[in-house]
């Protein structure tokens, strides 16, 4: 048996061992598994977002912090078929705690921060992003840290829309009006059904349109390990 396969078989535990490091495709199925027994999407978010309650008994704080470690390792997958898609490079992903997740192979390691930004329950609204209100609210809960100088920061917008009412050069703009504590590099990554982008937040040239990188699930099977 596969280590990955006796890794599945401690689910019942809310547990994944700490040192080890997983391919993108075995967490993103990981966390396909872990939504079907919730039932949907939501409720698996849902979940991790009580790990902060302090009525939680300890099974419940282990669930909690379990999905909430899944659901990080799942974005962060995206971005390593993105990259080995664009640059031909594959990592690895070890979870961790602080920072949340470390890409990982033979040559080098990269510290991922991943924060969620927005509320998900605006999806299907037409009401317009206050963006400087939303960058104020990342200052506050990321850039006041202090971090490896290596770290990078994977912002993920969880609105699977970026209709109209989310202006992405405006936002990249506003984060750059900010020091960005000691991140070696800050992405913002969004989403659909199928295809997932990572735009460059910084470093960033002024010169540059949006820089970003992609991964289609439909498309670019040939990336996919």
């Not at 999407?41 to 009525?55: A, G, P, Q, T, Y």
């Not at 979870?95 to 990269?110: G, T, V």
């Not at 992405?168 to 020091?179: D, G, L, M, T, V």
């Not at 504590?181 to 990554?189: C, K, M, S």
Request: with cysteine; proline share 3%.
């Amino acid at each position: 048996m596969s280590r990955e396969m006796k890794e599945l078989n401690k689910l019942s535990t809310f547990e994944i061992a700490d040192g080890h490091d997983f391919s993108p495709l075995y967490l993103i199925n990981l966390y396909k598994k872990m939504i079907a027994q919730e039932g949907w999407e939501e409720s698996f978010f849902d979940v991790k977002n009580k790990n902060k309650e302090i009525e939680l008994d300890l099974e419940g704080v282990k669930k909690s912090y379990f999905y909430k470690q899944i659901i990080e390792a799942y974005h962060a997958s995206w971005l390593c078929l993105a990259i080995n898609k664009y640059y031909s490079v594959r990592y690895n992903l070890m979870l961790s705690d602080s920072p949340d997740i470390i890409m990982i192979n033979k040559d080098n390691c990269i510290p991922i921060e991943i924060y969620e930004a927005f509320d998900f329950s605006k999806v299907g609204t037409r009401e317009r992003i206050d963006i400087k209100r939303e960058v104020d609210i990342l200052k506050e809960k990321k850039f006041n840290k202090v971090y490896e100088p290596w770290t990078n920061l994977l912002i993920v917008n969880r609105l699977k829309s970026i209709e109209d009412w989310f202006n992405i050069s405006a936002y990249i703009k506003e984060i750059n009006n900010y020091p960005y504590g000691n991140f070696a590099e800050i992405r913002l990554y969004v989403f659909s059904w199928d295809e997932h982008i990572f735009f460059r937040v910084f470093p960033i040239d002024s010169q540059e349109d949006l820089v970003k990188i992609d991964y289609s699930i439909k498309r670019d099977k040939e990336y996919l390990y």
